[in-house]
T-cell receptor, first 114, second 114 residues
Framework: AQSVTQPDIHITVSEGASLELRCNYS??????LFWYVQSPGQGLQLLLK??????LVQGIKGFEAEFKRSQSSFNLRKPSVHWSDAAEYFC????????????FGSGTRLSIRP | NAGVTQTPKFRILKIGQSMTLQCAQD?????MYWYRQDPGMGLKLIYY???????DKGEVPNGYNVSRSTTEDFPLRLELAAPSQTSVYFC?????????????FGQGTRLTVV
């Protein structure tokens, strides 16, 4: 069965500290993986995506993610967080075949400590 | 391009009333999705469509209906509104050809059933 797991419901980090948000997936075919961010009261915005090639992908706002096939993981990282990074972050696995659909994780809420 | 447009942005319904949430996209995407987002619960897929005339149930379809008569439009119908349907509803679209499976989201419809 297709699934995406984000084990951390809520994370608080200090401004300027590094960040890693975890994502594990289960998918029967070649996974297309995504990280989205949702600021309060807003829709979802794509941060980055991975289809193939280099397993370390760069996204917007200084975020990066690393695909590890052996661990079925796609963790999101940022070297130094800013107060404006406070938001909800969603990992998702996308369709490859015509019978598939996008599956989202339950999200991780990020709070920034001044 | 307007992207994905949802109307209305806000709505209050009384129990037992019906309404249709509108979703339109102008990107010629063949895939469209409806999600609901409840606090702390992430995104749950209600229905999705892989093309005009084709729809399929997601994780939480009960109490909802959809139709897809055109590529552009994917309305979501609530027939007998219940308090459990109080949520934020997001419509999304994608074009899952290799290298372009990113989902584009509307701004959401906040629905309250009282």
């Amino acid at each position: 069965a297709q699934s995406v797991t984000q084990p951390d419901i809520h994370i608080t980090v200090s401004e300027g500290a590094s960040l890693e948000l975890r994502c594990n997936y289960s998918y029967g075919a070649t996974p297309y993986l995504f990280w989205y961010v949702q600021s309060p009261g807003q829709g979802l915005q794509l941060l980055l995506k991975y289809f193939s090639g280099d397993t370390l992908v760069q996204g917007i706002k200084g975020f990066e993610a690393e695909f590890k096939r052996s661990q079925s993981s796609f963790n999101l990282r940022k070297p130094s967080v800013h107060w404006s990074d406070a938001a909800e972050y969603f990992c998702a696995v996308g369709p490859y075949s015509s019978a598939s659909k996008i599956i989202f994780g339950s999200g991780t809420r990020l709070s920034i400590r001044p | 391009n307007a992207g994905v447009t949802q109307t209305p942005k806000f709505r209050i319904l009384k129990i037992g009333q019906s309404m249709t949430l509108q979703c339109a996209q102008d990107m010629n995407h063949n895939y469209m999705y409806w999600y609901r987002q409840d606090p702390g619960m992430g995104l749950k897929l209600i229905y999705y469509s892989v093309g005009a005339g084709i729809t399929d149930k997601g994780e939480v379809p009960n109490g909802y209906n959809v139709s897809r008569s055109t590529t552009e439009d994917f309305p979501l119908r609530l027939e007998l509104a219940a308090p459990s349907q109080t949520s934020v509803y997001f419509c999304a679209s994608s074009y899952p050809e290799e290298g372009d499976t990113e989902a584009f989201f509307g701004q959401g419809t906040r629905l309250t059933v009282v």
